[in-house]
């Protein structure tokens, strides 16, 4: 189950990666609250989506390979959850907190605890 949860999340965020390196413009208008972060910033939009590329290799390798994908698993985890936390912070900041956060649920936060699960709980050799 290990396997099939951190391939189907290596497949989800490899296209939003490839959205933002290849049509980073549309993408910056077609995910909800990002226009709302600022103006539209390509190179931005392109390296972020340049790290969640090397995130969704991280997921799929370890969904390959478990054992010698496991470190890139964590990498993948402790970037998701990273960024997971500025969304909190973010929304906090926000004048509608609880709207942001439910916002970010899907696309931020549940990729966040899925990797940091997986990180945790699916170690080869525990």
Known sequence: MSRILSGGLAVVLGVNALAMLLASF???NAVPGVTATG???PHFVRDIGAAYLVVA???GWFAWRPVQGWPALVAA?????VHAVIHVFDASCSSDPMSDLIR???G????????AG???FRRPGA
């Not at 985890?77 to 959850?81: C, G, K, R, T, Y």
């Not at 931020?108 to 990797?115: D, G, K, M």
């Open 26 to 28: 549309w993408w910056y």
């Open 39 to 41: 103006a539209y910033n």
């Open 57 to 59: 290799g991280g997921l």
């Open 77 to 81: 985890a402790a970037f998701l959850v």
């Open 104 to 106: 970010d649920l899907p």
């Open 108 to 115: 931020v936060y549940l990729p966040a605890v899925i990797a």
């Open 118 to 120: 997986l990180a945790i």
